[in-house]
């Protein structure tokens, strides 16, 4: 275990955590018909983060307030009402928090239910038709009730602030929702209604002066005409604000393991939490949750407000490897039992490193005796199935499991051909999604999903009689072209050539080493540092602040960009630069030189690589992908190119030799017409100590 720095007991920080999920929505109906219904995922997130807040942080029951409404089959919520989260109940708990703290107290918000809009109570400050961004208690339906405003929410967490708390707030919610489309097994955050229903206007945070004053302080003007940062609040000062997506996008929750639904910042959020460890920042983090999401949710962007580049937690002391003991072997169906299982928070894919009994030091991989990954999860022991086993001996009784986290990266993906309701009878829908259906029989990419799959893409017939891709929501993939008319000789191929094309460019956007063991770990820091409008190579790089720090920048085409790489090792690096671009293409972009495939980069060595703001060809908008490889031995990175889509793989660029180890073959199989297995597991590729991070660019038309 990594040594801790020597510091006094009453020096280290104490931590508290309020955490608020709300799937039970008591019957309610707004004046334009819209509800709020109830949710799946909203409880068990915050039963997930209390049990990591525990385990990281040590975080103990009488430092944490929980208000939850679960879901049941009576109607309303299973606990009892003074922990329901109702308008009075979140205020107050709110209020109870910040006089139980101390400053200098670390103060964890969470907050997984509806987000809503409802006519401003604020009529002076925003405006007489504007509205209010709101938390939605469970008991929305009665008249009576209130939300928990922006404005009232952003002065509660101001409060915090005065007294000297360190405050980290999550919202998984969204502005405004809609439906779905075909896939049955996810759900939105949020409805497209804006309450109009007669509230109550007092507030029991502040006096509507207090209140509108704060928000005029903080906002740096009198109204909303203009979206601040993600939609929620003023730019946070003094404290981190991570939102589920940007005001025009969805918050979705989804059965990410097949059974129970995890809201998806929350999900990736504690995914990408089992990498803590000293000098880990918000900003890296948010970098990492983004990439995640993104491989699976593309009208979802997570948003990082506040101090990206405060420490995760804010503590800079190393945090303790999580290892649990081997309690029992069983050689004969290859896996063991583990001390562990729900009440750690722990989940069906999750895998384990195994180490020696004994072992402190888990940074050693040489030691590792088996990695496996757990397959049956219970209550406080689960079994995980042995996937790789090393040179370090037999897996004991007693040996240390270290956790790693679910690295898999999923390479055959699951479609479904969804028949609509809404088209001309003349559309042969039945005849053109079997065509489909025949054009993938035999394909190593894809497969059509049987009843219960996880369902990564969607095909459907629109009402042009052309082919659509969905995504599992049933939001049309963007840039597939040209459209694929029914009638042409060649569709249905050509559909299943973009379903396995999709499923090789998303495996990339996924492919990272989860290892949190690795001596690489943290060790490369990229990131986007500023733009130019105009800007000569010759010159230094001297850039200008993006229009909204802190988010996702977004360029104009011509426009330059400064990627920051910088290696923290104390050892050599070869550094490879990906884009993967608007168009599904990835091309290696640094080196750019046909017979380089890296550039060494020494310990502590950094560098700005300038790069201009472009778009394929009659493209208005699209999305950048800058993924940074980071490796110690010498690797050709060039398996893992993709054309543009309905482009051939060019055969004039560098000629590829038989992969020479475990590391390129694992990259060979994203160039093979058929994967040598349903999932990769990157973190069973050690034989070259590598490494990625990666950084996105939103690029519109000049």
């Not at 010498?634 to 992969?659: V, Y």
């Amino acid at each position: 275990m990594p040594k801790k720095k020597s510091v006094k007991d009453d020096a280290i920080p104490q931590h508290y955590a309020l955490l608020i999920g709300v799937d039970c929505y008591l019957p309610n109906r707004l004046p334009d018909g819209g509800q709020y219904r109830s949710l799946g995922g909203c409880v068990r997130d915050v039963e997930h983060v209390e049990a990591m807040l525990k385990r990281t942080l040590a975080l103990s029951p009488d430092r944490i307030i929980k208000l939850t409404a679960t879901n049941t089959a009576i109607g309303k919520p299973a606990e009892p009402s003074a922990q329901w989260p109702t308008y009075n109940n979140m205020v107050a708990a709110f209020k109870k928090l910040t006089d139980q703290a101390k400053a200098g107290a670390q103060v964890y918000i969470h907050y997984s239910g509806h987000g809503g809009r409802a006519a401003t109570i604020f009529p002076k400050l925003k405006g007489e038709n504007a509205y209010d961004e709101a938390l939605v208690p469970t008991d929305i339906g009665d008249s009576q009730a209130r939300y928990l405003r922006d404005v009232e929410l952003a002065t509660l967490l101001k409060g915090m602030v005065d007294k000297g708390l360190i405050v980290t707030a999550v919202l998984d919610s969204c502005h405004s929702g809609g439906m779905t489309r075909g896939s049955a097994d996810v759900a939105i955050r949020g409805i497209s209604s804006i309450d109009t229903t007669p509230r109550p206007t007092d507030s029991l945070v502040g006096s509507n002066e207090k209140l509108t004053q704060m928000w005029e302080n903080e906002s740096g003007w009198r109204t909303r005409n203009v979206k601040l940062g993600s939609g929620w609040l003023p730019e946070p000062k003094g404290y981190v604000l991570f939102a589920a997506c940007r005001p025009s996008e969805y918050a979705f929750e989804y059965a990410f393991d097949g059974r129970e639904r995890n809201g998806a910042l929350t999900y990736w959020l504690l995914d990408s939490l089992k990498d803590l460890g000293p000098g880990l920042n918000y900003k890296a983090l948010h970098d990492r949750i983004v990439a995640k999401v993104h491989s699976q949710f593309q009208m979802q962007t997570p948003q990082l407000q506040g101090e990206g580049d405060r420490v995760v937690f804010g503590s800079d002391r190393a945090q303790p490897v999580y290892a649990v003991p081997v309690i029992r072997v069983d050689d004969a169906r290859g896996r063991i039992l583990i001390n562990a299982g729900q009440a750690h928070g722990l989940r069906h894919g999750a895998q384990f490193a195994i180490y020696p009994r004994g072992t402190t030091d888990f940074t050693d991989s040489t030691k590792r005796r088996a990695l496996t990954e757990v397959d049956e999860v219970g209550a406080s022991d689960s079994w995980a199935k042995v996937v790789t086993r090393f040179a370090g001996g037999a897996v004991e009784q007693g040996d240390q499991a270290a956790l790693l986290g679910a690295g898999s990266v999923k390479l055959v993906r699951k479609v479904s051909l969804v028949r609509r309701d809404d088209l001309k009878p003349e559309i042969d829908q039945q005849a053109a999604l079997s065509a489909v259906e025949r054009a993938l029989a035999g394909n190593g990419w894809i497969e059509v999903a049987a009843a219960g799959d996880q369902v990564s893409y969607q095909v459907a017939v629109n009402e042009n009689g052309e082919y659509e891709i969905w995504d599992r929501t049933g939001e049309p993939i963007k840039n597939l072209r040209p459209p694929a008319r029914l009638d042409a000789a060649d569709a249905a191929a050509t559909m299943a050539r973009r379903l396995t094309h999709l499923a090789k460019y998303f495996a990339l956007q996924q492919l990272s080493n989860n290892d949190p063991l690795s001596p690489l770990a943290r060790k490369l820091v990229i990131e986007l540092i500023g733009k130019r409008a105009d800007y000569d190579p010759a010159d230094p790089f001297e850039p200008e602040p993006f229009d909204e720090p802190g988010h996702t920048p977004t360029l104009k085409t011509g426009e330059w960009v400064g990627l920051r790489i910088k290696n923290n090792s104390p050892q050599i690096l070869n550094v490879t630069v990906f884009d993967l671009q608007p168009d599904w293409g990835a091309a290696q972009i640094y080196p750019s030189g046909h017979g380089d495939n890296f550039v060494a980069f020494d310990p502590g060595q950094e560098l700005v690589i300038p790069l201009q703001a472009s778009l394929p060809k009659a493209y208005r908008t699209g999305r950048d992908i800058m993924k940074v490889f980071a490796t110690v031995g010498a690797t050709n990175f060039r398996w893992l190119e993709l054309p543009a889509l309905d482009q051939p793989r060019s055969r004039s660029g560098i000629m590829r030799s038989a992969p020479s180890d475990p590391l390129e073959a694992m990259f060979a199989t994203f160039a093979a017409a058929r994967p040598l297995t349903r999932n990769l597991t990157p973190a069973t590729v050690p034989s070259k100590e590598w490494i990625t991070a990666q950084v996105e660019l939103n690029i519109n038309q000049a």
